[in-house]
């Protein structure tokens, strides 16, 4: 089993990596598609293409069970706001392995979330799972 943690809300969400459908919204098993079929939202205006870094998460803890960072990930986060050591597109970054990891939602994209924003791009198109 994996684990997502997700700050600074402190949800956790636990799934079968091998049972998990995959949205064509990033890489299979990335934080977006997990956060598609598990029920928590991460922002991604472009698709999951890395085309933008609205899907910007910080890794706390846990990359051990994560995939590499490649070169469009890397280029592309030079863009983003807020750039930490642990930073991450979440429609990149998928998971290798199971094991648990926690991210942080960085705060200048948590207000629209908080305020029960679907995502842009996809608007109601696919609705959260129900807990």
Request: with cysteine; hydrophobic share 40%; aromatic share 6%.
């Amino acid at each position: 089993m994996a684990k997502v943690t997700v700050l600074p809300a402190n949800e956790t969400f636990e799934f079968d990596l091998n049972a998990l459908p995959y949205h064509d919204h990033g890489k299979p098993l990335s934080f977006l598609d997990v956060g598609i079929s598990t029920g928590f939202h991460i922002e991604h205006a472009c698709g999951g293409n890395c085309a933008c870094t609205t899907c910007h998460v910080v890794v706390k803890s846990g990359a051990e069970f994560l995939s590499d960072m490649d070169d469009d990930e890397a280029d592309k986060l030079d863009l983003a706001a807020d750039l930490q050591l642990g930073s991450r597109l979440g429609c990149q970054v998928h998971f290798v392995r199971d094991g648990a990891v926690t991210i942080e939602i960085p705060s200048w994209n948590r207000n629209y979330v908080s305020e029960g924003g679907a995502s842009m791009n996809l608007g109601d198109a696919i609705p959260a799972p129900k807990k």
